[in-house]
């Protein structure tokens, strides 16, 4: 057990430029989730994948927000046309059906 | 979603017990409760979870209230390294997101 994977664990962006980041879950999990943490508070659920089919969005997952996971193995998240108020700690988690969720350590977003 | 109730933040002597509370008056009969909690600069980390019965892990123990609107979180000998935000989370039986709040950020003195 390797853990989940996140890179790069910081970004630092120009406003309306576009970002990605990377999720490794671990290795047997089918379900992949992805979350965003603004400082002070808990995290906000995002969206998750079954697979690589995603089964549940947020509405805070606006139209510049997309995430995928074609092959069912590793994930991305890419946010276009970044907003000031985008900055936050995007987390990503990978679990077993049924199971307890197993986070990374996040990527840091920074808008300049 | 079912919301939790938590007090903002708690203090502890190391080596001491820990009861860490969560109201959650609002819960149905499907809902789990969970407890993660998070250290600094990390992604959360499961702790335990439970429905209607106490359970028991190496990390920790779940106290449920038998009509469930109430449960408590137990950390039987508090180190330096439980210092964390500890969240209670309700997931509805068949949804697989987690809704956090703000959790309760424990302090361990030594």
């Known amino acids: 057990d390797t853990g989940v994977s996140q890179n790069p664990r910081h970004k630092i962006t120009k406003r309306g430029q576009n970002v990605t980041f990377r999720c490794d879950p671990i290795?047997?999990?089918?379900?992949l989730y992805w979350y965003r943490q603004t400082l002070g508070q808990g995290p906000e659920f995002l969206t998750y994948?079954?697979?690589?089919?995603?089964?549940?969005k947020s509405r805070l997952l606006s139209d510049r927000f997309s995430a995928e996971r074609p092959k069912g193995s590793f994930s991305t998240l890419e946010i276009q046309r970044t907003e000031q108020g985008d900055s936050a700690m995007y987390l990503c988690?990978?679990?077993?059906?049924?199971?307890?969720?197993?986070f990374g350590d996040g990527t840091r977003l920074s808008i300049l | 979603d079912a919301k939790t109730t938590q007090p903002n933040s708690m203090e502890s002597n190391e080596e001491e017990p820990v009861h860490l509370p969560c109201n959650h008056s609002t819960i149905s009969g499907t809902d789990y409760i969970h407890w993660y909690r998070q250290l600094p600069s990390q992604g959360p980390e499961y702790v335990i979870h439970?429905?209607?019965s106490n359970v028991n892990n190496r990390m920790a123990s779940l106290a449920i209230a038998e009509d469930r609107k109430s449960s408590t979180l137990i950390l039987h000998r508090a180190t330096l390294r439980d210092a964390a935000v500890y969240y209670c989370?309700?997931?509805?039986?068949?949804?697989?997101?987690?809704?956090f709040g703000k959790g309760t950020k424990l302090t361990v003195n030594p």
């Open positions: 994948f079954q697979n690589e089919a995603q089964l549940e």
């Open positions: 439970g429905l209607t």
């Open positions: 988690a990978s679990s077993l059906a049924g199971r307890a969720q197993h």
């Open positions: 989370i309700l997931r509805q039986g068949g949804s697989e997101k987690l809704v």
């Open positions: 290795s047997e999990h089918n379900r």
